[in-house]
């Protein structure tokens, strides 16, 4: 019978690279899920300044309104939301209006809103009631009686995201694209 030279493997070298791959798909849902979160954060802030182009509202106003759900090792994805209650007027930077009524008395005569950043808005008839939050509501009488009235609303930063979508949806998979790379590159794969 022939005789054959024979090398013998095992494994028994190879048991830092078994560990290394057993450990790499939670590193690579690590890396994943950072990039996500940090993409997230971004795009949070790119949502904020659209709105704050079109909205005349405060920026911890538009913070407290726009917020995100972080990834987790279980859900890779992120959520980013707007409350859609639409914003009331008193919120947006305003003014009340007088007229001389009889006698020479000062009688309110409207409310002047500006609820974008080039849009000023005359609302006659509007006065700011003492009720709600500090500084009062914008409201304006629904009858002919004093009490029934209307708390007058503009528009919520989730209208305005909903209209920028696509322009956000777009900036954050290119920096998901590039944060993901980075990530892979930092976890040392």
């Known amino acids: 019978m022939a005789q054959y030279d024979t090398i013998s493997i095992d494994a028994s070298g190879l048991a830092a690279a078994q560990e290394r791959l057993d450990v790499m798909p939670a590193k690579l849902t690590r890396a994943i ?3 996500l979160n940090t993409v997230g954060r971004r795009t949070r802030t790119i949502a904020w300044r659209e709105i704050r ?5 405060k920026p911890s106003y538009i913070r407290n309104e726009v917020n995100f759900i972080p990834a987790t090792d ?3 994805r992120v959520i980013i939301y707007a409350r859609r209650k639409g914003v009331t007027l008193s919120q947006f930077a305003h003014r009340q209006l007088y007229r001389r009524g009889a006698n020479g008395k000062r009688v309110k005569a409207g409310v002047r809103v500006r609820v974008g950043k080039t849009d000023t808005e005359l609302i006659q008839g509007a006065f700011i009631a003492p009720i709600g939050p500090a ?8 009858g002919k009686p004093r009490l029934p009235i209307d ?24 920096l998901l694209e ?9 976890t040392d794969l």
């Not at 500084?135 to 629904?142: D, F, M, N, Q, T």
């Open 33 to 35: 899920r950072m990039a």
């Open 151 to 174: 708390v007058l609303h503009g528009p919520s930063p989730s209208q305005v995201m909903d209209t920028k979508l696509d322009d956000i949806g777009d900036q954050a998979d290119a």
């Open 74 to 76: 279980e859900a890779l």
């Open 53 to 57: 182009e079109e909205l005349s509202l």
């Open 178 to 186: 590039q944060e993901v790379r980075r990530q892979l590159q930092r």
């Open 135 to 142: 500084g009062g509501l914008i409201v304006e009488r629904v």
